[in-house]
T-cell receptor, first 115, second 111 residues
Framework: NAGVTQTPKFRVLKTGQSMTLLCAQD?????MYWYRQDPGMGLRLIHY???????AKGEVPDGYNVSRLKKQNFLLGLESAAPSQTSVYFC??????????????FGPGTRLTVL | EDKVVQSPLSLVVHEGDTVTLNCSYE??????LLWYKQEKKAPTFLFML????IEKKSGRLSSILDKKELFSILNITATQTGDSAIYLC???????????FGTGTRLKVLA
């Protein structure tokens, strides 16, 4: 199992450009999450999905869109990148949220710089 | 508003020291508290705690939850340079499907 993978690992954008970050998991997990991590800020939730075809806003959703057309993939889009979106982006997944088990599994991260 | 607060924000110790990291929370519908270790890349899972007073242990690391006082501690004994990392605390709440993360504690262990 590859676990959670993210593409690309690094990217540099100019202000106003668009891009899509891809997250894929092969663990048949129901729930998927996109976070951004900035120095001194911990992990902040951007958007999440509780199943194929569903998405919801997290703590910092502005400037981002997401889609979950297939259960194993969760895409994060930046329509018009801004320097404030320079960050490290992590994707995570977790299985059905039963009573006892709700660990999150993280991808390796994407380092995005917007100039 | 739900929040998770970790302290200290950063800590520098010498090899062999014992450290205690703190995580306090104010959330509705608490389900579980999770500890992660983050080195250069993705956070890796350490512990999940759901019940008060039951200590989880893994080698030199241990953690305990106090649901009455709303906090958890992560202890690391006989620290090694390989323990240098950011330690993240997260709380999962029922019904929201979301994890609320603290800002993390950056631990540096000097040889």
């Amino acid at each position: 199992n590859a676990g959670v993978t993210q593409t690309p690992k690094f990217r540099v954008l100019k202000t106003g450009q668009s891009m899509t970050l891809l997250c894929a998991q092969d663990m048949n997990h129901e729930y998927m999450y996109w976070y951004r991590q900035d120095p001194g800020m911990g992990l902040r939730l951007i958007h999440y999905s509780v199943g194929e075809g569903t998405t919801a806003k997290g703590e910092v959703p502005d400037g981002y869109n997401v889609s979950r057309l297939k259960k194993q993939n969760f895409l994060l889009g930046l329509e018009s990148a801004a320097p404030s979106q320079t960050s490290v982006y992590f994707c995570a997944s977790s299985p059905y949220q039963g009573l006892r088990y709700n660990e999150q599994f993280f991808g390796p991260g994407t380092r995005l710089t917007v100039l | 508003e739900d929040k998770v607060v970790q302290s200290p924000l950063s800590l520098v110790v010498h090899e062999g020291d014992t450290v205690t990291l703190n995580c306090s929370y104010e959330v509705t519908n608490f389900r579980s508290l999770l500890w992660y270790k983050q080195e250069k890349k993705a956070p890796t899972f350490l512990f999940m705690l759901t019940s008060s007073g039951i200590e989880k242990k893994s080698g030199r690391l241990s953690s305990i939850l106090d649901k009455k006082e709303l906090f958890s501690i992560l202890n690391i004994t006989a620290t090694q340079t390989g323990d240098s990392a950011i330690y993240l605390c997260a709380v999962y709440t029922s019904g929201t499907y979301k994890y609320i993360f603290g800002t993390g504690t950056r631990l540096k262990v000097l040889a």
